[in-house]
């Protein structure tokens, strides 16, 4: 009797397989999405419309996204979005992290003040979501992801521009 190698791993079947390819992320055509009505592009009912093509999708077309969501709602009504996203003492430790990590001095400065201005808690919330969500991937410079609009826009609700106007997402 010799010994098998694997022998007591579990095989993998035709459902492992067709689970795998069903949650494998797809590619989601951007092209003219800001020119057409957000009920065109949004499945979660809690989108708006954004400035460009790119920032106009739904937290249900990103397989990353949707797995988050319980019971077929917007990623924003899950408790653990509110908690991680939106509670002021995770974003407070979060904004301590980022000023013991940053090496950009304005950014620095910026995330010191006593009286932090909503664009730098917008910056927070938006980091900690592209972490939360994309925890297994490398983020940052030359490796950008957008976030749901549905997602920027209850963060622009906690934490509004005071003339309304936002920049959006930008290419490096």
Same mark, same amino acid.
């Given at each position: 009797?010799?010994?098998?190698?694997?022998?007591?791993?579990?095989?993998?079947?035709?459902?492992?397989?067709?689970?795998?390819?069903?949650?494998?992320?797809?590619?989601?055509?951007?092209?003219?999405?800001?020119?057409?009505?957000?009920?065109?592009?949004?499945?979660?009912?809690?989108? #708006?419309?954004?400035?460009?093509?790119?920032? +106009?999708?739904?937290? @249900?077309? /990103?397989?990353?996204?949707?797995? !988050?969501?319980?019971?077929?709602?917007?990623?924003?009504?899950?408790?653990?979005?509110?908690?991680?996203?939106?509670?002021?003492?995770?974003?407070?430790?979060?904004?301590?992290?980022?000023?013991?990590?940053?090496?950009?001095?304005?950014?620095?400065?910026?995330?010191?003040?006593?009286?932090? #201005?909503?664009?730098?808690?917008?910056?927070? +919330?938006?980091?900690? @979501?592209? /972490?939360?969500?994309?925890?297994? !991937?490398?983020?940052?410079?030359?490796?950008?992801?957008?976030?749901?609009?549905?997602?920027?826009?209850?963060?622009?609700?906690?934490?509004?521009?005071?003339?309304?106007?936002?920049?959006?997402?930008?290419?490096?």
């Amino acid at each position: 009797m010799s010994i098998i190698p694997y022998n007591f791993e579990p095989l993998v079947t035709d459902v492992d397989n067709y689970d795998y390819l069903e949650n494998e992320e797809s590619v989601v055509s951007y092209n003219d999405r800001s020119k057409l009505a957000v009920t065109d592009w949004c499945s979660c009912g809690k989108c #708006e419309k954004q400035i460009n093509d790119r920032e +106009c999708v739904c937290c @249900f077309e /990103l397989a990353n996204i949707f797995k !988050m969501c319980t019971n077929n709602e917007c990623i924003t009504k899950s408790a653990s979005f509110s908690k991680i996203i939106l509670d002021e003492d995770i974003l407070k430790i979060t904004r301590q992290y980022k000023i013991s990590k940053t090496k950009n001095k304005t950014k620095k400065r910026s995330l010191q003040s006593a009286t932090m #201005e909503n664009k730098a808690w917008r910056y927070i +919330c938006y980091k900690q @979501f592209t /972490l939360w969500v994309n925890s297994w !991937m490398t983020i940052g410079r030359g490796n950008r992801v957008v976030i749901p609009s549905c997602v920027v826009t209850k963060i622009r609700e906690r934490y509004p521009e005071e003339n309304g106007l936002y920049i959006g997402f930008q290419n490096p």
